[in-house]
């Protein structure tokens, strides 16, 4: 095999050297500058690193296609400098072949077998396109120009540009595996539910509970204005939410059952909602509105447009029952989870990002919060349905939620009847560098230390420290046991439907 890739006899040098002899006919002129710079730009991957600075620049895909690259490009140089160019040494072209003016100077002496520009264009340009196949497009052109400048340039044989932009393009497929596509996220459905309209607010009862992030004096009079003939009940300091809430959904005449509020607000009318067998009007006013966002409830203008037409859908609840005290038989709290629950880091992840996002863009701010806090926190230690863990987070999901990661954002689907049940463990070994590795490459959806499942119940129990579980982002301290299930369809919410 060596001596058909040398420079002499051989089939493949027989091409290389016809391939050359083409391209020194071709008469001198300007592009003859622009293919050197070309060249030497790529030259150390001085090109790639530039355009993955700019990527960093803009949040999103451009962001996590630019590091993708880079991730290839590093495998593609390692595979190509460390192995393929001791493996297989090969002259360079000589200068007889070429026109001098054409040759980079000084010529490189490594082996002319395979073209490390060529591994490294082709790995950055297609590990770009595996996140953002515009953004790969846009650059494939430079990529090839790149590869095609070694030949012209007398850096290399074509064959040597031909073999290095397979051992690019194998690299950047072969980080696909640690770095796999996002499962596409499934197409909202609903599934319809019977509830009157209250477009004018005759049978709505509405909680406001004027705590909520979003309330102002401004904003029952506001809801008096959309649902003249609603009943309005204003929620102050010092009142019991809970009781409140049931009070509004017990009252006589009542068909449906309007909240303003957060996720915590809205917690405590959906129970009473079910209680009372009433549909739920949600009205996004708190400073978290995830259900609301769910629910296609996102502004008054949304909610409004269910209520007069009586736009609903079936979605289930979760419940939890929680023991404390010794050995968890002490107290019983028994919660609706609408959303979430999480034990472990997760809560204090969640603040970290929140605060850097503003400043840094939400994928790298969930960079530097999963640093700080992977860094510095200590592994809980529990049962899982049995089976002692030692872990990070433990996330519970009320319905499969997407994207399959420790970002989850949307859930297209409010009656799937599963808990989404996403784990962090230390059990492995080296745990702590292997999930800081995944947090800095981007990978911790694939990584050996997550685990994600799906059920209808699960049991955690304390191994010594009671634990502190967040519900829906309300910490609830000195846990022992908790059984989380999924009560499906449990009520009926006002959604506009596709």
């Not at 009473?272 to 409830?297: K, Q």
């Not at 400043?359 to 510095?376: I, M, Q």
């Amino acid at each position: 095999m060596r001596s058909m890739l040398r420079w002499g006899p051989g089939r493949i040098a027989r091409l290389d050297r016809a391939a050359v002899r083409v391209v020194s006919r071709w008469p001198e002129g300007p592009h003859d500058d622009v293919w050197k710079t070309l060249s030497r730009a790529a030259t150390k991957g001085k090109l790639w690193f530039a355009v993955a600075g700019v990527c960093a620049a803009f949040p999103g895909k451009p962001r996590n296609a630019g590091i993708h690259g880079l991730l290839a490009l590093g495998v593609a140089s390692a595979i190509t400098n460390l192995g393929f160019k001791a493996l297989l040494p090969r002259t360079r072209p000589l200068p007889e072949l070429l026109p001098a003016f054409r040759f980079v100077n000084p010529q490189p002496t490594s082996s002319s077998m395979p073209s490390g520009h060529s591994a490294s264009a082709v790995a950055f340009t297609l590990g770009v396109a595996l996140v953002s196949p515009r953004l790969g497009a846009a650059l494939a052109p430079v990529a090839a120009g790149v590869a095609y400048s070694r030949v012209h340039t007398g850096a290399h044989w074509p064959s040597d540009v031909m073999l290095g932009s397979a051992i690019g393009a194998g690299a950047a497929l072969l980080t696909r595996k640690w770095w796999p596509a996002r499962p596409p996220v499934p197409d909202t459905d609903r599934s319809p539910a019977d509830a009157p309209a209250v477009g004018d607010g005759e049978g709505l009862s509405i909680a406001v509970n004027a705590l909520g992030g979003s309330y102002s004096p401004e904003t029952e009079a506001q809801l008096r204005e959309i649902f003249p003939k609603s009943h309005i009940r204003l929620i102050s300091d010092g009142d019991d939410v809970v009781a409140e809430v049931r009070a509004v959904a017990g009252r006589p005449g009542t068909k449906a059952l309007g909240v303003w509020g957060g996720d915590g607000t809205v917690g405590a009318a959906a129970a009473a909602a079910v209680e009372h067998d009433l549909p739920l009007l949600v009205l996004p006013g708190g400073t978290l509105n995830h259900f609301a966002r769910d629910v296609d409830a996102r502004s008054l203008e949304g909610a409004l447009k269910a209520a007069k037409t009586g736009a609903a859908a079936w979605t289930d609840l979760g419940h939890v029952s929680a023991g404390r005290g010794i050995d968890g038989k002490d107290e019983t709290a028994e919660l609706i989870m609408l959303n979430t629950a999480s034990i472990g880091v997760y809560p204090n992840l969640v603040r970290r990002r929140e605060r850097l996002q503003p400043a840094l863009g939400k994928p790298l701010a969930g960079l530097v919060a999963g640093l700080r806090t992977f860094g510095a926190a200590r592994p809980t230690t529990l049962r899982i349905n049995g089976v002692p863990h030692k872990l990070w987070i433990l996330y519970l999901g009320r319905g499969r939620y997407y994207p399959r990661d420790l970002a989850p954002l949307t859930r297209p689907v409010l009656d799937d009847g599963v808990l989404d049940i996403r784990m962090v463990t230390a059990d492995e070994p080296f745990a702590r560098l292997r999930l800081l590795w995944a947090v800095l490459t981007g990978t911790v959806g694939t990584s050996k230390v997550t685990h994600l499942s799906e059920a209808a119940e699960l049991r955690i129990e304390a191994s010594g420290e009671p634990l502190v579980i967040a519900v829906d982002g309300e910490p609830l301290p000195g846990v022992r046991t908790a059984d989380f299930a999924v009560k499906r369809r449990a009520l009926r919410v006002y959604s506009p439907l596709y």
